[in-house]
């Protein structure tokens, strides 16, 4: 019914940028919240930033000042711009969203399926 396409992972050298991209399609009235996470080897995964359908922005710490959320509302689509690139940002990245579907009343969250982003020191 949803799915979460991302894109825009891959390798890169410290001090390098990416932009992923993460698209959610299916027969969806709206997206009320969308955001970001990322698991390392052997850690817990982590909410990197998140984005609300008015704009309103949240980061992670470790990724403030370098790391740029962004949606597009009528594409249902959302963005991460990642400058300065560390080799700890190395993880997979997961695209998340709250969507309500047009035969449901309530919202549900949905998962991409991840993209890797190495970054080599």
């Known amino acids: 019914q949803v799915q979460l396409v991302e894109s825009g992972g891959g390798l890169v050298q410290a001090g390098g940028s990416l932009r992923l991209s993460c698209a959610a399609s299916?027969?969806?009235?709206?997206?009320?919240?969308m955001g970001w996470y990322r698991q390392a080897p052997g850690k817990e995964r982590e909410l990197v930033a998140s984005?609300?359908?008015?704009?309103?922005?949240s980061y992670a710490d470790s990724v403030k000042g370098r790391f740029t959320i962004s949606r597009d509302n009528a594409e249902n689509t959302v963005y991460l711009q990642m400058n300065s690139l560390k080799p700890e940002d190395t993880a997979v990245y997961y695209c998340?969203?709250?969507?309500?579907?047009?035969?449901?009343?309530?919202?549900?969250?949905?998962w991409g399926q991840g993209t890797q982003v190495t970054v080599s020191s």
């Open positions: 998340t969203a709250n969507i309500r579907l047009l035969a449901r009343p309530s919202y549900f969250s949905h």
């Open positions: 299916g027969s969806i009235v709206s997206i009320n919240y």
């Open positions: 984005i609300t359908i008015g704009g309103s922005t």
